[in-house]
């Protein structure tokens, strides 16, 4: 028995993806980090008013109505930018003496989006659709960009 091969219709390089019955495709890449952070306002004992560390993954999710270059909503290297801003401003800090605002995940996701929308979005293919902050393999926080028309 043979593998039906798929129709021409189903295969090339049409990399429109708007109109009707178009497809959404989405990409991500994960970052990682190491930093320490305490959140202030807690209740006396518990365990995040203390000083402690985790091994922060961020994950950017990116979206595109065309392909670009060979068929990317975005080359993944272009988004080495974000990957040094996150080395460099978050690697094995102290979250607290980096950020203006109280480090939890939210509003690292926020601020993450913020930068990506201010730094990286101008100069790459795709749009940015989410930010997601983990700080344990069992918690994430997700920053959604609204799609605007």
């Known amino acids: 028995m043979t593998t039906p091969r798929p129709s021409p219709a189903h295969v090339g390089p049409h990399h429109d993806l708007r ?17 320490s952070h305490r959140l202030n306002g807690l ?6 008013g203390r000083l402690h560390g985790h091994s922060y993954q961020v ?7 065309e392909l670009v270059g060979p068929g990317f909503v ?7 930018p974000f990957g040094a801003y996150l080395a460099e401003h978050f690697d094995h800090r102290d979250l607290n003496e980096v950020l203006d605002v109280e480090p939890t995940s939210e509003l690292l996701a926020v601020h ?3 930068w990506f929308l201010d730094q990286v979005q101008p100069v790459i293919a795709g749009r940015l659709v989410a930010v997601t902050v983990s700080e344990t393999p069992k918690t994430w926080a997700r920053c959604t960009v609204r799609a605007t028309t």
Do not use: W, Y
């Open 43 to 48: 209740h006396d004992g518990h365990k995040c």
């Open 112 to 114: 993450l989006v913020r």
């Open 19 to 35: 109109g009707p019955g178009g497809v959404g495709l989405t990409i991500g890449k994960t970052f990682t980090f190491e930093a």
């Open 59 to 65: 994950t950017v999710e990116l979206t595109a109505d």
């Open 74 to 80: 975005t080359d993944f290297g272009d988004l080495s």
